[in-house]
């Protein structure tokens, strides 16, 4: 071997042994750092009876929001400037169907629940002009006055139609039809690939939503109309049409909720300007309909207590062990209403989101295979190299989603912003197919503190701590991978081309 090759191959062992005794310290500080007495009375806390399982629209879910906070504080992890302490406050309203809803539109009778459904809104009675507005965007309002009439539009957006898009797509145009002022928003369903049987037997009951005037005790009426082959929308002519209201017994609620946030700077003088956002939700599903044992309590200890434990530790560990690049620790509310929680984030973030190069998301449903990490979006950006290896580090495996049928990545929080471009997969229990076994928990009362593999919970949680501070690390930031549908938006928020 002459000189040079001899240097180089030295050379190589020597960054080799480099990154194995760095990748070895890294776990072993882990080890040291997290406590497992410590994490676990997290977990039995925030999924025990005592918080009524963290309904959103109960009082014990600011116990459960103060509870995170405290430790965020304890630990060290750092309040935002823009909030209030460790809050985002979130303008949420619960409302129920009203006693009586009937429209007359064209010349069709529609009647609650069957051919329509009240949204939003409250009580109104009476006989009011109608403007037919395409889909309601701005462009649809250049030419014409609104006020005093009621709007009427297709459902959502064009390419967005989505249920989670209809729903969005639908408090824009509520707030801009608002700004118009006009007196109403009826929306026309025409959305093929959701059955309008679905949507109603979901959406005439009690719903949870963010509250579009928060410091208004009047709420914007908003209706959906059932039109499938849009029979109704072609007799509306643009301008001259009617539409008789009578919505009575609406029923709205104000809340307050909270997102926790927090924040730990990073050690690299540049890369500190940008943030690892770590997050999970915290809320559950609350008190129900008991089961065979007589338990009415949805604790979610797997959805997602174990999740906002996670964060606690990483808040514990990043603290003592900071990484190059700022970790942003956001705990979101109201997930299980349509997660609204994050949305307002997103909507309303305190830091830039051109800040935020990745986040690396938790939500579950349970487990079935106690050797994997299951990784919703796995194989969809440029970090997924990072999560595999600290995965394995702990002795267990990552695999992408094993059920793409049930569509879990647009399910959960990082779905929020990965469609404003930032590269985000969800990291959750270690399921290889959404059976009977993961269906046995999810959305039960059984899902319990007691009855979790608390070895597999430690695990889980050391793993997700490495992962994370391999990315924050990295210098090179994190992409989606070329021909992701995200790509575009990641490349316009980043501004990389």
């Known amino acids: 071997m002459n000189k040079?090759?001899?240097?180089?191959?030295?050379?190589?062992?020597?960054?080799?042994?480099?990154?194995?005794?760095?990748?070895?310290?890294?776990k072993s500080a882990i080890e040291k750092n997290l406590k497992k007495e410590e994490a676990l009375s997290h977990f039995s806390f925030l999924a025990s009876d005592e918080l009524k399982g963290r309904d959103a629209a109960r009082m014990e879910i600011d116990i459960a929001a103060r509870y995170i906070a405290e430790q965020f504080e304890k630990y060290g992890a750092k309040s935002l400037e823009k909030l209030e302490g460790y809050y985002q406050f979130v303008p949420l309203i619960q409302s129920a169907p009203p006693q009586v809803g009937e429209i007359i539109l064209g010349d069709k009778p529609l009647t609650l629940g069957g051919d329509m459904l009240v949204l939003g809104g409250q009580d109104v009675e009476g006989e009011f002009d109608v403007v037919n507005l395409g889909y309601g965007l701005e462009e649809d309002y250049e030419g014409q006055d609104v006020s005093g009439k009621w709007v009427v539009t297709r459902v959502g957006k064009p390419d967005r139609l989505t249920p989670s898009e209809l729903f969005e797509a639908g408090r824009e145009k509520r707030a801009l039809a608002k700004s118009k002022g006009a007196l109403g928003l009826i929306e026309m369903y025409n959305v093929p690939n959701?059955?309008?049987g679905l949507l109603a037997n979901y959406l005439n009951r009690p719903q949870m939503g963010l509250d579009p005037a928060p410091h208004e005790n009047q709420q914007f009426p908003y209706i959906w109309v059932k039109d499938l082959s849009n029979e109704i929308l072609n007799q509306i002519e643009p301008s001259g049409e009617k539409v008789g209201v009578r919505i009575n017994g609406k029923v709205n609620r104000k809340i307050n909720g909270r997102n926790v946030v927090a924040w730990i700077e990073g050690t690299d003088p540049e890369l500190k300007e940008e943030y690892i956002m770590l997050s999970a939700h915290y809320d559950h599903l609350g008190v129900g309909q008991p089961n065979a044992e007589g338990d009415s309590i949805y604790?979610?200890?797997?959805?997602?207590?174990?999740g906002t434990v996670a964060l606690i530790n990483a808040a514990q560990f990043f603290a003592e062990n900071p990484p190059k690049r700022s970790v942003l620790l956001s705990a979101w509310t109201a997930e299980e209403k349509g997660l609204l929680g994050s949305s307002y984030f997103s909507e309303?973030?305190?830091?830039p989101l051109n800040q935020v190069i990745y986040n690396l998301?938790?939500?579950?449903?349970?487990y079935n295979d106690t050797s994997v990490i299951t990784v919703i979006g796995l194989g969809r950006t440029s970090a997924d190299h990072h999560i595999q290896d600290a995965v394995s580090e702990f002795g267990l495996e990552a695999i992408p989603d094993p059920a793409p049928e049930q569509g879990l990545y647009d399910r959960s929080d990082n779905v929020n912003f990965a469609k404003r471009g930032i590269p985000a997969p969800t990291f959750s229990l270690g399921f290889t197919a959404f059976d009977e076994q993961v269906g046995e928990h999810y959305h039960q009362p059984s899902d319990r503190f007691e009855n979790f593999d608390l070895e597999y919970a430690l695990l889980y949680w050391k793993s997700y701590i490495l992962a994370a501070q391999k990315i924050a690390n990295d210098p090179d930031q994190p992409l989606w991978m070329e021909g992701d549908k995200y790509e575009e938006?990641?490349?316009?928020l980043y501004q990389l081309e």
């Open 4 to 26: 040079k090759n001899s240097f180089a191959f030295s050379l190589h062992v020597f960054v080799l042994f480099f990154s194995i005794h760095s990748s070895w310290a890294q």
């Open 361 to 366: 998301n938790i939500d579950n449903a349970g």
């Open 348 to 351: 309303n973030p305190p830091i």
């Open 194 to 196: 959701t059955p309008w």
């Open 489 to 492: 938006a990641g490349k316009a």
């Open 299 to 306: 604790n979610g200890a797997r959805d997602n207590a174990v």
